[in-house]
């Protein structure tokens, strides 16, 4: 993130510009000499996900409970010192860094695949050094800060530059994260997040003008540097000769230094004794070998340029690409597009406003074993359910063919490279006397529209039919049905034994505390497991999406998965079920759990068996895929059939809902098996329409 090394670079050959201080401390000063203010920090969130996740278990699907406590003590901690924290997220990707986040992610994906091979091989979670963070984090962070009464903010252009605008304008006592952007950016003091010692509130503060000294430039110069050096904006291979140039030319390069402290060094003294000489009297493009590359070049250092602020390097600032997506949107109804971008601002929805700004959208990698042939990515077991969302969504905006627009998708799951998204056809949804309107769902106060708001969410799993059934639960228990039989229902491979083990383990977290749970001791780790926990989370956020597009029939609070699922208790529960346990030792004797259990597992087979899904039970015991299997299903062969599904998602006649129970499966992009889709439509008693609780 920013600007590569530089990080090291001032640790090692620029100490000065570290310094330890004291928030407290700082605080109180600011207090003094601003009385009345309250002193505000920024906060970086996306940069302090890994740090705040310190729950010993991660590989399980992610101890939620545990880590809402922890972001409880650490709001604690400020407050107690009398600051106030401000939290942003991103909320888009922009398109001048796609390259950057396609790497990332195609990065990420060797790297969960080396985690499940230690699983297999060790039937352990592995060391901190491996560490992945949990499925989800991000998006269940903003809503955990929320509930904890958190100024909590979703950016609708990329995070680093509204978090320094913010820490300018508001004249924050700083910027908390871990991002050398905001060494860069000419703003309030950068403290750093992985150097904070919570109890004292000691950490490191960067100065940007003791780096300038050091390096003999001005704090205007910063954002040439970096664009020079490389960053997420201008690729790093783009001005490689240049640096070589500078490199090879600057005399006080010192052997015991490392190359890229040399580069930044030549590259700053060129700045400051060839540069400068020739700043103001030819454009940059005269001095420099930007070549075809200018228009990226300028524009990344325009992007370091906040509000109200010059560079002396550029003439004429040039046009930046736009980020208020209401220019060419894919909505009608501006009303409509404004209460969602003031929703999506606030992190009160999840997703809504990309799709009906843009039309574009990503989610990025899920801990899932790409070797495993019997369980699909997440991307693609849910893709049904965000087509009937994109239909709701969308369908007042519908062209003189009467077809929604497409949406573009970048979802990370193995075989899929991210050369370019994938186009999907939003499907419409299944419900007798039509499908609401977004200004009914959204705007009407009258009570029986709360109805059709519950009514839409379930039709988008199609479970409108078991509405009764379903309104009599509490809202977490119908939320929990309403993913458990969407999964079921498209994943043939599930059994009776998953699903004992999913409803246990929602059951007995209920009156367990974070401390209960992070003292539960596994013997072992089921990698299966592992990769069913991310599926569900994921299902989480599916659930969070249909409740934001169907009018909020639901409190957001409630499909958190803090309420809902557990890592540890999960894998639990699975390894007891798996070996046979008895239902009353898998619900730990409480009676209660177990009438609840037997009704909501009745429930869910009924449903089931409705969409001729019929739960067959498989115990599994501990078994692990075998060497010989998951050579079966290499890498070569997933991408060979990497073609089948795109012409699948084009066809609004063809998507993976429940149908009746097949043991053939056809070959996802991913190599896995989901259910055939040859059966005759005229066997169907509907088409099933998925379902995203938001």
């Not at 106030?84 to 991103?90: E, G, S, Y």
């Not at 000691?202 to 205007?220: A, D, I, K, P, Y």
């Not at 602020?309 to 894919?330: G, H, N, R, V, Y």
Request: charged share 20%; hydrophobic share 35%.
């Amino acid at each position: 993130m920013g600007v590569r090394g530089l990080h090291g670079f001032v640790g090692n050959a620029c100490p000065n510009t570290c310094t330890v201080v004291n928030l407290k401390e700082m605080a109180e000063k600011y207090q003094i000499h601003q009385p009345g203010s309250t002193p505000i920090i920024v906060v970086d969130a996306m940069c302090c996900l890994r740090h705040w996740y310190t729950p010993e278990s991660w590989v399980c699907g992610g101890q939620w409970l545990e880590y809402l406590s922890v972001l409880q003590d650490f709001i604690k901690a400020f407050t107690t010192a009398g600051i106030k924290l401000v939290f942003f997220f991103d909320g888009v990707v922009e398109q001048k860094k796609r390259h950057e986040w396609v790497k990332r992610r195609l990065r990420n994906n060797k790297e969960i695949s080396t985690i499940f091979q230690f699983i297999k091989a060790r039937r352990r979670q592995p060391g901190r050094d491996m560490f992945f963070i949990p499925s989800g984090l991000a998006t269940f962070t903003r809503f955990a800060l929320k509930s904890l009464g958190q100024e909590t903010v979703c950016s609708l252009q990329e995070a680093d530059y509204e978090v320094a605008s913010y820490g300018l304008q508001n004249n924050c006592l700083g910027i908390l994260g871990e991002d050398t952007d905001y060494l860069i950016y000419n703003t309030c003091p950068y403290f750093s997040i992985n150097k904070l010692c919570l109890d004292s509130l000691v950490t490191v503060m960067f100065s940007r003008e003791n780096l300038c000294q050091s390096l003999g430039l001005s704090v205007t110069d910063l954002p040439l540097l970096a664009c020079l050096l490389g960053n997420d904006t201008v690729p790093e291979g783009m001005l490689e000769s240049f640096r070589q140039k500078c490199l090879s030319g600057y005399s006080s390069a010192k052997q015991n230094n490392d190359r890229r402290t040399n580069t930044i060094l030549a590259v700053a003294d060129y700045i400051s004794r060839v540069l400068r000489l020739q700043q103001g009297m030819k454009d940059l493009e005269e001095i420099l070998p930007l070549g075809q590359n200018k228009t990226v070049f300028y524009r990344g250092v325009a992007s370091y340029l906040l509000p109200g602020q010059q560079s002396p390097w550029l003439l004429q600032i040039p046009s930046l690409e736009t980020s208020d997506k209401e220019e060419a949107t894919m909505c009608s109804d501006s009303e409509i597009l404004q209460i969602a971008k003031e929703q999506h601002v606030q992190a009160e929805n999840y997703l809504v406003y990309n799709i009906l700004s843009s039309g574009e959208i990503e989610c990025s990698n899920t801990l899932e074993d790409e070797l495993d042939p019997e369980l699909p990515g997440q991307a693609l077991v849910f893709r049904p359910v965000r087509q009937h969302i994109y239909s709701l969504l969308l369908e007042d905006s519908k062209d003189a063919c009467r077809s929604c627009p497409i949406i573009k998708e970048w979802f990370v799951y193995f075989g899929n490279q991210l050369k370019q998204p994938e186009l999907v056809q939003p499907i419409k949804l299944d419900i007798p006397g039509g499908t609401p309107s977004l200004r009914t769902l959204w705007l009407s106060k009258e009570a029986e529209v709360q109805v059709q708001r519950f009514n839409t969410f379930l039709a988008c799993f199609h479970l409108w039919n078991e509405r009764e059934e379903l309104q009599v639960l509490e809202n977490s228990l119908t939320a929990l049905c309403c993913l458990l039989i969407y999964l079921l229902c498209q994943v043939d491979t599930l059994s009776l034994e998953d699903l004992n083990a999913f409803i246990a383990q929602t059951l007995c977290l209920q009156g367990k505390s974070a401390a209960h749970l992070s003292g539960l001791q596994l013997t072992h780790v089921d990698s299966r497991a592992v990769h069913l926990g991310s599926l569900f989370v994921r299902g989480l956020t599916n659930l969070i999406l249909a409740n934001s597009a169907c009018g909020f029939p639901f409190r957001m609070d409630d499909l958190m998965a803090w309420k809902m699922f557990d890592g540890k208790l999960f894998q639990q529960k699975y390894q007891q079920s798996h070996r046979g346990c008895s239902v009353e030792e898998l619900l730990e004797g409480n009676k209660y759990w177990l009438t609840e259990f037997q009704k909501l597992k009745s429930l869910i087979c009924k449903a089931c068996m409705k969409n001729n899904r019929a739960l067959q039970s498989r115990q599994r015991g501990n078994e692990f895929i075998r060497e010989s299997e998951s050579r079966r299903w290499d890498s070569n062969f997933q991408r060979s059939h990497q073609p089948r599904f795109s012409s699948l998602c084009h066809n609004p006649n063809q998507w993976r809902g429940p149908r009746p129970y097949s043991t053939r499966f056809e070959t996802d992009p991913s190599g896995r098996g989901y259910r055939s889709e040859d059966q005759s439509q005229k066997k169907r008693r509907f088409q099933y329409t998925p379902r995203w609780p938001r």
